[in-house]
T-cell receptor
Framework: AQTVTQSQPEMSVQEAETVTLSCTYD???????LFWYKQPPSRQMILVIR??????QNATENRFSVNFQKAAKSFSLKISDSQLGDTAMYFC??????????????FGKGTKLTVNP | DTGVSQNPRHKITKRGQNVTFRCDPI?????LYWYRQTLGQGPEFLTY????????KSRLLSDRFSAERPKGSFSTLEIQRTEQGDSAMYLC?????????????FGPGTRLTVL
């Protein structure tokens, strides 16, 4: 079974600064995807960024980037130039590579990020 | 299309009552997932449909829980004889099954409170 661990229950950052959220995972799979999802207060979860395990290059999406260390089973999210709208719960998630069956997501417990003005 | 919708958004019930939630996925999506999120936890997988077929159920889905997707479109999740431990946010997600990765799009959730 796969597990995802987020060791930072809460974090805060000043607007315009950079913050890094940590995530580690455990799996015996070789092909998989890792994700960061954002869940703003009282709003639905949205995908922030995705990383395929077979890709060595770290994924980036505008101000969001990841540091994927496959051997260490580590997958951190860096948010640059933090904005007030980044305030949310952030979940790290794992999915086995699609093989025709369920593509269920396994989530960590989340990190509550607050961006302060 | 405005995305995945869930109704009701909030439900308060007394212990022992039955409740039913509805999820309307994005129209062309043939896969539908139910997750449960308790306070302080990340979402946990409950069950998954491809079209109208329920193909996987988590052991979290006790006998009191039943899910259907009768015409491969909307889905319902029913909880019978609710218990206080059922209090949680119930999330629905949908995706289109193509080759490779298929993004799951989440609904806003139904928050259940069992008194």
């Amino acid at each position: 079974a796969q597990t995802v661990t987020q060791s930072q229950p809460e974090m805060s950052v000043q607007e315009a600064e950079t913050v890094t959220l940590s995530c580690t995972y455990d799996t015996s799979e070789n092909n998989y995807y890792l994700f960061w999802y954002k869940q703003p207060p009282s709003r639905q979860m949205i995908l922030v960024i995705r990383q395929e395990a077979y890709k060595q290059q770290n994924a980036t999406e505008n101000r969001f980037s990841v540091n994927f260390q496959k051997a260490a089973k580590s997958f951190s999210l860096k948010i640059s130039d933090s904005q007030l709208g980044d305030t949310a719960m952030y979940f790290c998630a794992f999915m086995k590579a699609p093989q025709g069956g369920s593509e269920k997501l396994v989530f960590g417990k989340g990190t509550k990020l607050t961006v302060n003005p | 299309d405005t995305g995945v919708s869930q109704n009701p958004r909030h439900k308060i019930t007394k212990r022992g009552q039955n409740v039913t939630f509805r999820c309307d996925p994005i129209s062309e999506h043939n896969r539908l997932y139910w997750y449960r999120q308790t306070l302080g936890q990340g979402p946990e997988f409950l069950t998954y449909f491809q079209n109208e077929a329920q193909l996987e159920k988590s052991r979290l889905l006790s006998d009191r829980f039943s899910a259907e997707r009768p015409k491969g479109s909307f889905s319902t999740l029913e909880i019978q004889r609710t218990e206080q431990g059922d209090s949680a946010m119930y999330l629905c997600a949908s995706s289109f099954s193509g080759t490779g990765y298929n993004e799951q799009f989440f609904g806003p959730g139904t928050r259940l409170t069992v008194l």
